[in-house]
């Protein structure tokens, strides 16, 4: 049986407050760069290119439960001896967070804000190779929880060196 007394509706209050929550407040390009140094030969029909994707992903805290996300991207294709392109998107997102316990705090920022911003990112960079010449790039979505993993595995051992 629900409790209906107010002790029950103030409890309910209590704990709503408690939720986590996220506000984006702005998404913006911080810096986006697209480098075609060998058209129109890159443009040329020819073999599969290698293509090589990086993700980075940092925070900077702003005061007030707020936080600036830094997704950084960067996309480079290849044949043999000839770069095709070169893309470079640095995407930044301003957040508010709220109803995070500290402990909890640095893993939500790092992943759940970049999942937010890489949609908005994904396209950016798929606009920019097809405006370029090419096919759009559309990057496999990325599983920032497991980034996020790896990154404080690697980082490990450098805070035990020191």
């Known amino acids: ?14 704990n709503a407050g408690a939720v986590p929550g996220m506000s984006i407040l ?3 390009i911080k810096d986006l760069s697209f480098e075609n140094p060998n058209a129109p030969r890159s443009l040329q029909q020819g073999d599969q290119p290698k293509l090589d994707i990086s993700v980075n992903v940092t ?4 005061g ?11 996309a480079k294709a290849e044949r043999p001896g000839l770069l095709m392109f070169n893309v470079e998107l640095i995407y930044g997102g301003y957040f508010r967070i709220t109803g995070v316990p500290e402990e909890h705090l640095h893993p939500f920022v790092m992943i759940e804000c970049p999942r937010m911003l890489f949609p908005f990112a994904r396209q950016i960079l798929g606009d920019a190779t097809r405006n370029g010449g090419f096919p759009p790039l559309m990057l496999d979505p990325i599983d920032f929880a497991q980034l996020y993993r790896q990154n404080m595995t690697a980082q490990e051992p450098a805070n035990k060196a020191n």
């Open 1 to 14: 049986m629900t409790d209906t007394t107010d002790g029950g509706a103030a409890a309910q209050a209590q």
């Open 26 to 28: 702005a998404q913006y």
């Open 59 to 62: 925070a900077q805290p702003m």
């Open 64 to 74: 007030d439960g707020q936080f600036e996300v830094v997704l950084a991207l960067n």
